[in-house]
Nanobody
Framework: QVQLVESGGGLVQPGGSLGLSCAAS????????MGWWRQAPGKQRELVAG???????NYADSVKGRFTISRDNGKNTVYLQMNSLKPEDTAVYSC??????????WGQGTQVTVSS
């Protein structure tokens, strides 16, 4: 079993920065593709950023140039650095790990609120 534990999140003013982390633990046999989705009230869930086992990244157009995803394979942890935050970034952010082609594990989700 693989578990994902997120940390970070909280309240930040517009233009501010926040960092999220997601640590995988349990029966880890390889480096998994990982990433972050978010969902705001009344909106569709959105893929924010993903990172492959080799370190290739992809981002939603809405966060390009502001968010950076990275990973530390030795710690089985993926990070999301969010800069120049906007009120529309307010959402519950959830990390995922593609354990195999049939199984995606999810973290518990963490709230990010951008408000003055």
């Amino acid at each position: 079993q693989v578990q994902l534990v997120e940390s970070g999140g909280g309240l930040v003013q517009p233009g501010g920065s926040l960092g999220l982390s997601c640590a995988a633990s349990g029966s880890i046999f390889r480096i998994y593709p990982m990433g972050w989705w978010r969902q705001a009230p009344g909106k569709q869930r959105e893929l924010v950023a993903g990172i492959t086992s080799g370190g290739s990244t992809n981002y939603a157009d809405s966060v390009k140039g502001r968010f950076t995803i990275s990973r530390d394979n030795g710690k089985n942890t993926v990070y999301l650095q969010m800069n120049s935050l906007k009120p529309e970034d307010t959402a519950v952010y959830s990390c995922y790990a593609d354990v195999n082609v049939m199984l995606r594990k999810w973290g518990q989700g963490t709230q990010v609120t951008v408000s003055s």
